[in-house]
């Protein structure tokens, strides 16, 4: 079945430091990648996504590419901030050319901590 | 517009009491998704409609719990009788659509459930 694996937490970084989220998924026919951020108290909200292999989505300083070859979509930041504590989700969308669309299955969640 | 709206915001009840949880989706939106999240289990999807008609309920943990749709601005999800096990935090989403492109899901900013 489909599935998105994403690294452990928590994470702790210093400000300006550089973030990497690993995620690897695994999936039937050519899903949609997606990452997700839940700042503490509300909802998830959509951070990026991408919808073909080597597409990169980017937003707010965050990136990530799609690797169809290594099955990956590894959430990356240059310089993190305080104001990006909190937790990122990796979700992936099957899609089935002919067939129905897939809903969204997520990932376990990352915490990132982020200390002035 | 306003997003998608879910009420209460916290609900604390006995076992054995009855529970609704409510939404509104963002109009225009023809998808409406349930999750529920625990430290334990994480982000797990319960059911989930398409015009308000229940698509999926493969997720709903088990007969106390039951989801409607009786529009397109409204959906409840009710448990009864509640236990302990089902603290969590219950969010409410919609989408326009689950094609890969546009299947980006808005979260409500969820209800917290206590079970006494």
């Known amino acids: 079945g489909n599935s998105v694996t994403q690294m452990e937490g928590p994470v702790t970084l210093s400000e300006e430091a550089f973030l990497t989220i690993n995620c690897t998924y695994t999936?039937?026919?050519?899903?949609?990648l997606f990452w997700y951020v839940q700042y503490p108290g509300e909802g998830l909200q959509l951070l990026l996504k991408a919808t073909k292999a080597d597409d990169k989505g980017s937003n707010k300083g965050f990136e990530a590419t799609y690797r169809k070859e290594t099955t990956s979509f590894h959430l990356e930041k240059g310089s993190v901030q305080v104001s990006d504590s909190a937790v990122y989700f990796c979700?992936?969308?099957?899609?089935?050319?002919?067939?129905?669309?897939?809903?969204?299955?997520f990932g376990k969640g990352t915490k990132l901590s982020v200390k002035p | 517009d306003a997003g998608v709206i879910q009420s209460p915001r916290h609900e604390v009840t006995e076992m054995g009491q009855e529970v609704t949880l409510r939404c509104k989706p963002i109009s225009g939106h023809d998808y409406l998704f349930w999750y529920r999240q625990t430290m334990m289990r994480g982000l797990e999807l319960l059911i989930y409609f398409n015009n308000n008609v229940p698509i999926d309920d493969s997720g709903m943990p088990e007969d106390r719990f039951s989801a409607k749709m009786p529009n397109a601005s409204f959906s409840t999800l009710k448990i009864q009788p509640s236990e302990p096990r089902d603290s969590a935090v219950y969010f409410c989403a919609s989408s326009i659509d689950l094609s890969g492109f546009r299947n980006e899901q808005f979260f409500g900013p969820g209800t917290r459930l206590t079970v006494l």
């Open positions: 999936a039937t026919g050519y899903p949609s």
């Open positions: 979700a992936l969308s099957d899609r089935n050319y002919g067939g129905s669309q897939g809903n969204l299955i």
